[in-house]
C-alpha cells in the first residue's frame, strides 16, 4: 500500500511537471508562478502559497506570485513585485539564512515571529523552502495552513516542484532575455546606415537592411534568396569566392569588391564579414566608390610622377668607406636645396638624415641583404626641413669584394607622401566620427524618462564631466524641453510615424540658455509592432 501511494504521488508530480512545462510556453511569468503554487497547494492541501526571488545581493526579497487562493481570502491586497529586505521578513524567510526547508506547525508559539501585513490573515503553520544554485538562494517557495502538519512528504512534494518552477522560470527569463536582444539588434541593423547582408554557407542571402536594397538597387522581395555571386561582376566572381571560403575558414574576412547594382552600374563596397554561427554569415557593406576613384587618380597621378622622377629628377649619390658623400647627381642640388654640387660632396652622410634611428635601420637591412629597394625614409634638406624619398641602396665594392662605400638612387615621394597622409587622415576623421558619435544620441521612454544620453548629447545641455553626463540618465524628457508640452507632441508623432522622422525643437541647456537641435528620430518596437521606447539622433 505504502509503496503503490509513493508511485501514485511521483505519477501526479511528473504529470504536474509536464502541464506547467506545457503551460509556460503560452503564459507569463507570473501565471506560472501562481499556476505552480496553485498545484502545490492543491497536492498539499494548503490554502496559502507564495513565491519570492532573492535578489541578487542576497539581502533583498521580492514577491513574484501569490496562489489564487492566497489572494481571493487571505490577501486580497496582491502585492506582486513588492520588495522588502532580509531583516524585516518574518520566521519564513528563515530557509534562506539556514539554506534549508523551515518547518513551522506551531506558528504562533515562535518566539522569533513577527506581525503579519495589513490584510493578512492569520497563519497557523507553515512550510517554506529554498531554492539554490551555485551555492546561493536564488528564490523561496512557501505554503501554509494546511489543516494537519506538515511533515518529510510534503518537504519532499515543494522542494520537487520548486526547483521544477525555477528550471522553468531560468528557461523563460532567457527567452525574454534573448528576445530582448534580438530586439535591440534587429533595431540597430534596420537604422544602421551601413548596408548589412545575412547569408548561409552556399552563399543565399537570407536577411538584409534597408540600407542593403538601397545600395543594391534592389527592391526587398527581389534580393531575398539571391546568391552573393549573383551581385558581383563575371570578372570579380573568383576572388569573391575566394574570401568566402576564407570566411568560413578562418570565421572572419575584410575585403574590397565590386558589386552589381540591379540595374547593372557597379559599385565598390568594403565588406566586413563574421560568421555568426556555424551556418550563417553577418556582413557589414559600405560604399566606398568615391574614395576607390580617388585612390586610382592618385595611383596614376603617382605613376605620372615617378615616371618625371625616374627620367629626370632621381638623385644618384655614390659614398666612401667612412660615410662621406663622394659624388652626388645634379638634380641633387634642387632636390636637397643647395647651391652647387660641392657644397654637398665630402659632407658626411649622417647631415643628411632627420631621423638617426631610420638610418640605423636602413643600414641593419643592407648589411642583411646587400641591397634596398624603395626603402622610404625622411632626409633633410639645407634648411633642416624634412624630405621624404625612397631610397635604393647596395654596396658598392672592389673586385675582391671588399666595401668601398655605399651608391643608390634618391628618389623624392614627399608629394606621395602627403597625399597619403592626408588619405590616412581622412579615414581616421570617418572612423571617429563613426565610433565616437559626435552626434548627440538619447534614448528615453514613452512616458518621457530618460534611458541613456551619449557625451556629446550631454554637453548640448551643458553638462561637461562624466558625473554630469550620468545625472541626465533618468531624468525626466521634459525638463531638456524650452517647451515641455511639445514632447508629447513628438512622441505622438513619432509613434504615428511608420519609420524615422525628423523633428526641431528647442532645447534648455543647464545653465537656462536655450539652444535649438534637430532630431532624427524613432520609435523602437516589440515583436508585436508595441512602441517601447524612443531613440534618436
Not at 435 to 460: C, H, W
Amino acid at each position: 500500500m505504502i509503496e503503490i501511494t509513493a508511485r501514485k504521488r511521483a505519477e501526479e508530480l511528473i504529470r504536474i511537471r509536464l502541464g506547467l512545462l506545457e503551460f509556460a510556453a503560452s503564459h507569463s511569468l507570473e501565471d506560472l508562478l501562481q499556476k505552480t503554487l496553485d498545484e502545490v497547494g492543491a497536492l498539499t492541501k494548503s490554502p496559502i502559497g507564495f513565491y519570492h526571488f532573492v535578489e541578487s545581493d542576497g539581502k533583498t526579497l521580492s514577491l513574484q506570485a501569490l496562489s489564487t487562493q492566497t489572494t481571493q481570502e487571505f490577501f486580497k491586497a496582491g502585492g506582486n513585485g513588492l520588495h522588502c529586505s532580509m531583516d524585516r521578513a518574518g520566521v519564513w524567510a528563515d530557509c534562506v539564512h539556514e539554506r534549508r526547508p523551515v518547518l513551522h506547525n506551531d506558528h504562533s508559539a515562535l518566539p522569533h515571529r513577527k506581525g503579519m501585513p495589513a490584510g493578512h490573515a492569520s497563519v497557523i503553520r507553515e512550510l517554506v523552502v529554498p531554492i539554490v544554485r551555485t551555492g546561493k538562494v536564488v528564490a523561496m517557495l512557501g505554503i501554509g495552513n494546511k489543516p494537519t502538519d506538515y511533515d518529510d512528504k510534503d518537504i519532499e512534494i515543494v522542494s520537487y516542484l520548486a526547483d521544477v518552477a525555477w528550471e522553468i522560470t531560468e528557461r523563460k527569463q532567457g527567452e525574454q532575455a534573448l528576445w530582448e536582444s534580438e530586439s535591440k539588434f534587429r533595431s540597430y541593423v534596420e537604422h544602421a546606415p551601413l548596408a548589412v547582408l545575412v547569408a548561409d554557407r552556399a552563399g543565399r542571402i537570407l536577411d538584409f537592411n534597408p540600407s542593403a536594397t538601397e545600395l543594391l538597387g534592389y527592391e526587398a522581395n527581389t534580393l531575398s534568396g539571391k546568391n552573393i555571386l549573383d551581385l558581383h561582376p563575371e570578372e570579380g566572381r573568383e576572388a569573391v569566392l575566394r574570401d568566402f571560403n576564407t570566411l568560413l575558414e578562418k570565421g572572419h574576412v575584410e575585403t574590397e569588391h565590386r558589386m552589381r547594382r540591379r540595374d547593372g552600374s557597379l559599385t565598390w563596397v568594403s565588406l566586413h564579414a563574421v560568421m555568426i554561427t556555424d551556418q550563417l554569415s553577418f556582413a557589414y557593406c559600405q560604399d566606398i566608390t568615391e574614395r576607390k576613384l580617388a585612390q586610382e587618380k592618385l595611383r596614376e597621378s603617382e605613376e605620372r610622377y615617378r615616371s618625371v622622377i625616374e627620367n629626370m629628377q632621381d638623385v644618384f649619390y655614390r659614398t666612401d668607406e667612412s660615410g662621406a658623400i663622394v659624388m652626388v647627381s645634379p638634380s641633387g642640388t634642387a632636390l636637397f636645396g643647395y647651391d652647387t654640387l660641392d657644397d654637398m660632396r665630402g659632407k658626411p652622410v649622417e647631415s643628411f638624415w632627420m631621423y638617426p634611428e631610420e638610418r640605423e635601420k636602413l643600414l641593419r637591412a643592407l648589411r642583411k641583404d646587400g641591397v634596398v629597394r624603395d626603402y622610404e625614409v625622411t632626409l633633410k634638406k639645407k634648411d633642416g626641413s624634412p624630405l621624404y624619398v625612397s631610397v635604393t641602396s647596395t654596396f658598392r665594392k672592389d673586385r675582391h669584394g671588399n666595401i668601398l662605400g655605399v651608391e643608390g638612387v634618391i628618389r623624392d615621394i614627399t608629394e606621395r607622401k602627403q597625399n597619403q597622409e592626408s588619405l590616412l587622415l581622412s579615414e581616421d576623421r570617418y572612423r571617429r566620427l563613426f565610433e565616437d558619435a559626435v552626434l548627440g544620441i538619447f534614448q528615453s521612454t514613452l512616458e518621457g524618462k530618460v534611458i541613456n544620453v551619449n557625451p556629446a548629447y550631454a554637453r548640448m545641455h551643458g553638462f561637461d564631466s562624466p558625473e554630469q553626463t550620468k545625472s541626465l540618465v533618468n531624468d525626466v524628457a521634459n525638463d531638456l524641453y524650452a517647451d515641455p508640452s511639445r514632447r508629447k507632441e513628438n512622441v505622438r508623432m513619432i509613434l504615428d510615424a511608420g519609420g524615422p522622422i525628423h523633428i526641431e525643437n528647442r532645447y534648455k541647456r543647464k545653465d537656462g540658455s536655450v539652444f535649438t537641435g534637430n532630431l532624427h528620430v524613432w520609435a523602437v518596437r516589440d515583436k508585436e509592432g508595441k512602441p517601447l521606447y524612443t531613440k534618436a539622433l
